[in-house]
């Protein structure tokens, strides 16, 4: 991706909308913010809220016939609506008009005070490989948000604002919402004993329990640890690690909304695998990407991610800001799975 550069200040004709600039700034590192905003392009709202409708499984255990000329079998089925909320992301940099202005030296600069904080690393004009420190500077912002996002989209414990700062809910969260999937992977299978590795065996039930809902498994895909990684294959180089299921990886020739992922089959069928740096401790989770989207607050005159100037006073500096407000539709909660307790 090209760096993001505009003049100072921006004039509300130049201002750009850099939400494809967001899914795209680092996707193996932020791979369900990525593929998500690959499949969808991210939808834009105008309330700081919105909400998503579940439903009741429908579960046949028995058949009462119908009777000739007789009433039919009045069903009703439970429906109801989770509120989620958008969350602020707004991070900046500074930079002295010198650190902006001096791109022919590589030095280690102090980028909103001291012009350089040491002098004995000069280069020749045209040796630095960034000649423009502001755009470089907020491509590594937006970035950072990236990753935040990321971080929030599994972690998010939710807030809607009126005692504290709205934060939008994590698929923790939203997996632990009644009617959600939750795979408990310890030694009693309830969450009460030891933490047990990750294995096939705990992916395919936790797939199980995704079928047992009634989730649709559209686009399945399950987010792991690097840690989570090496032992389900330690897993394939000797398969009586769990005493059971062998497990099979296929090469990168899967493609999730532009994003490039691994496939597992699976008992239940073939999914996807992904890294991910932000899971939170000690769980997995198996999300349908068929059914995330991220939602964004569309701002009149600015756009849904932008980059706003900064006043710096009378100081001899410029600064700029990346804000945006997004959240997470996630779905149905049933449509998702957490695999819990993993050592």
């Given at each position: 991706m090209g760096v993001i550069s505009s003049p100072s200040p921006i004039s509300a004709s130049?201002?750009?909308n850099f939400t494809g600039e967001l899914f795209k700034v680092t996707p193996h590192r932020t791979p369900l913010l990525s593929a998500s905003g690959g499949l969808t392009g991210g939808k834009a709202i105008n309330a700081t809220f919105f909400q998503f409708q579940t439903i009741d499984n429908a579960v046949v255990s028995s058949v009462t016939p119908g009777t000739e000329g007789g009433a039919p079998n009045y069903n009703g089925?439970?429906?109801?609506?989770?509120?989620?909320?958008?969350?602020i992301f707004h991070e900046a940099v500074q930079l002295t008009f010198t650190a902006q202005a001096a791109y022919g030296e590589i030095v280690p600069f102090d980028l909103a005070a001291n012009y350089k904080n040491s002098i004995d690393k000069l280069a020749l004009e045209g040796t630095n490989?960034?000649?423009d420190e502001m755009a470089e500077q907020l491509q590594l912002v937006l970035e950072l948000v990236a990753k935040k996002v990321e971080f929030q989209a599994f972690n998010g414990t939710f807030a809607d604002g009126t005692?504290?700062?709205?934060?939008?809910r994590g698929l923790d969260a939203h997996c632990n919402l009644p009617g959600g999937n939750?795979?408990?992977n310890d030694a009693s299978g309830d969450?009460?004993?030891a933490d047990q590795k990750i294995h096939w065996d705990t992916v395919a039930n936790a797939m199980k329990k995704l079928y047992d809902s009634g989730a649709p498994m559209r686009e399945p895909v399950l987010f792991v640890s690097p840690s989570m990684l090496l032992d389900l294959n330690k897993e394939l180089v000797n398969p009586t690690i769990s005493g059971a299921l062998t497990g099979g990886i296929l090469p990168r020739d899967r493609n999730v909304g532009g994003v490039d992922i691994d496939t597992i089959i699976t008992p239940f069928g073939a999914m996807g695998l992904a890294l991910s740096d932000y899971l939170p401790a000690n769980k997995a989770f198996i999300v349908d990407m068929a059914y995330v989207a991220p939602i964004f607050l569309n701002i009149p005159g600015k756009g849904t991610v932008f980059i706003r100037d900064l006043d710096q006073a009378d100081n001899?500096?410029?600064g700029k800001a990346v804000y945006m407000e997004m959240g997470f539709d996630f779905g149905p909660p049933q449509y998702h799975c957490e695999i819990a307790d993993i050592a």
């Open positions: 130049e201002i750009n089925r439970n429906r109801s609506a989770v509120q989620s909320v958008l969350e490989p960034v000649n005692a504290a700062s709205r934060q939008m939750v795979y408990f969450g009460t004993g001899a500096r410029m």
